[in-house]
């Protein structure tokens, strides 16, 4: 099995930044694309960023462009997710997610989850 667990979400003021990291277990997941989502509340999950098995393709959504970077560490078994310059709309609980292909960016391709951890950006 694969568990992924994330780190580094908390409570910061707009403008700010964080970064947050998924590190995998049970299996190396270097030949594995990664990916972030987000859900807000009272909204659906959405996509974040993603990125491919040796960081040489990433996605980003619209909304992040400019402003977040997704990185990895293969000899860590890690994925980042660099945030600056947040927005309260940022707000959400962020998951990492894997799968054995490509990166895409609709969720029901990844088959690995981590619990979420949750980015609170305040006015």
């Known amino acids: 099995q694969v568990q992924l667990g994330e780190s580094g979400g908390g409570l910061v003021q707009g403008g700010g930044s964080l970064r947050l990291s998924c590190a995998a277990s049970g299996r190396t997941l270097s030949g594995y694309a990664m990916a972030w989502f987000r859900r807000a509340p009272g909204k659906e999950r959405s996509f974040v960023a993603a990125i491919n098995w040796n960081g040489g393709i990433t996605y980003y959504a619209d909304s992040v462009k400019g402003r977040f970077t997704i990185s990895r560490d293969n000899a860590k078994n890690t994925v980042y997710l660099q945030m600056n310059s947040l927005k309260p709309e940022d707000t959400a609980v962020y998951y990492c997610?894997?799968?054995?292909?490509?990166?895409?960016?609709?969720?029901?391709?990844?088959?690995?989850w981590g619990q979420g951890t949750q980015v609170t950006v305040s006015s």
């Open positions: 997610a894997a799968r054995a292909a490509g990166p895409q960016r609709l969720a029901n391709f990844y088959s690995y």
